[in-house]
């Protein structure tokens, strides 16, 4: 064969797909699918520009109120960083190249006759086995004069201010996507709904952190709508009309950010055998397989914009092709990330799955972050850290909700994914740091946390609370002064 992997696609998880086989020895070409300079629907820079300038708004140690109010964002310089940004991304293409990977920029598809290959002009690229790694595009309505138009896009960014959207939006679902896109558009300026079909948002996450994280958006303006989907959506004398329930609303476009697009029709999947594939996404097993053992699909090409799970869904890829074709996806013990402001992480269970699973025989304990220092600092006291641990010291699940959850959670998945276990007696357990923290950082919570786990314990076990009451006695009694 002339290749190990051909990888189709120029997303960023076909760049560290690529870049991670070549580390690994393997021969690898990648098809970048597209003749057009790499773009990815990446908002990254502006939520983090609106959440800057929430920070600066609210903090009391920076301005007075009267100029917080006046603060906006400077789209022109947000672009720029954009742009070099995806640059910088896009050379990366290039820089695979130098490390020995085939990036052949084009267009191309599968034929089956008389072996399997991918070909690209007059190139025919055979491989022990190839991965499909497009990005996929959301889906927005809107009706310009009378007739519904429905178009799909990939980068939603495109435009200085989002001029193209209006000013009245529509968000259609519950995903931590379309929780984020709410804020970010609706903090630089837009009118923004939320339609959900559900009683309450995130229903998978703790009751308390999901509350918090809809009274924010509320807080800001961001209208929700439980309970209800969209039925239709009209021109009535000029305006659009969109009825959701038994509501209904005037908008210039409804966005729906989990009603995604992935174009295959250049691939010529209905050329070879047993890959089974829709506009939404290419179906796979645990594997990572198509039905096709020979190809493999990941990231939005499957319907997944997690970039905890195209990691794992990398290496697993990577692992079946390079190693033996026997490892499959385990997705239990991967953080759930939502980036609003403040931002939820979750990892294992939630206090109900724990309480079923378990009874009274765990630990719930609960720090908060104005107790943080740090936090006091900035501003964003917001939130809390919960941990549920059984009664071997295992924590079986945590929950952060608050500024920087998501960096945060890295630490209690690896004593999760390491299977460590806090201590299991608790007079050893308050006499020790469990949790290698710094006191004036975010990261403090942890350890404080912890230690609300071990003062909880303690004043469970009598026995040793007692014992340890009688020792003090003890000394008290024989010590000379």
Known sequence: MEYDLVIIGSSRAAIQAAEKATLLGARVALVTQTTENYIENNYFFLKEAT????????????????LNNNLEINFDLVNRINNSHI?????????????????????????????????????????????????????????PEDE?????????????????????????????????????????????????????????????????IQAQLEAEGIDIITNSSVSQIKKIEGETWLQAGNKALIVDSVIYPENIYCDFTELNLLGIRDVEF???????????????????????????????????????????????????????LLPRIVSTNPSLASIGMIETEAKKNHGDKIYIVREYFKNIIQSQISGQT????????????????????????????????????????????????????????????????????????????????KNKLNWLKTWLKIKRKFSKL
């Open 51 to 66: 959440n800057l300038i929430n920070q600066v708004k609210y903090n009391p140690w920076l301005f007075p109120t009267s």
């Open 87 to 143: 640059s910088t991304v896009e050379n990366s293409l290039y820089k695979l190249a130098i490390f020995g990977v085939d990036v052949i920029w084009g267009k191309g598809e599968f034929c089956r006759q008389p072996k399997q290959a991918f070909i690209i002009g007059s190139r025919k690229l055979r491989s022990r086995n190839y991965l499909i790694a497009l990005n996929s595009s959301i889906k927005i309505d809107y009706i």
């Open 148 to 212: 519904l138009l429905t178009y799909y896009i990939n980068d939603l960014w495109q435009e200085k201010n989002l001029t193209f959207l209006g000013t009245r939006l529509a968000i259609v679902g519950n995903s931590a996507v379309s929780l984020e896109l709410a804020q970010v558009l609706r903090r630089i300026g837009k009118k923004v709904t939320l339609i959900i079909s559900l009683s309450r948002i995130l229903p998978e996450e703790e009751l308390a952190a999901a509350m918090l």
């Open 278 to 332: 829709s506009p939404k996404g290419i179906t796979v097993n645990k594997k990572l397989q198509t039905g096709n053992k020979n190809i493999y699909a990941c990231g939005q090409s499957t319907g997944v914009f997690s970039s905890v799970i195209i990691e794992q869904q990398i290496n697993i890829i990577l692992k079946n092709i390079l190693l033996l074709p026997c490892f499959s996806t385990d997705y239990t």
């Open 382 to 461: 917001t939130g809390w850290c919960q941990f549920i641990i059984n009664s071997q010291g295992k924590i079986l699940g945590c929950t952060i909700v608050g500024d920087r959850a998501q960096e945060l959670i890295s630490t209690i998945a690896v004593i999760m994914h390491h299977k460590l276990k806090l201590s299991n007696h608790p007079i050893q357990g308050l006499l020790k740091t469990e949790i290698i923290t710094i006191e004036s950082s975010l990261s403090a919570i942890l350890q404080k946390t912890v230690i609300s786990f071990q003062k909880q314990k303690l004043q469970r076990q």
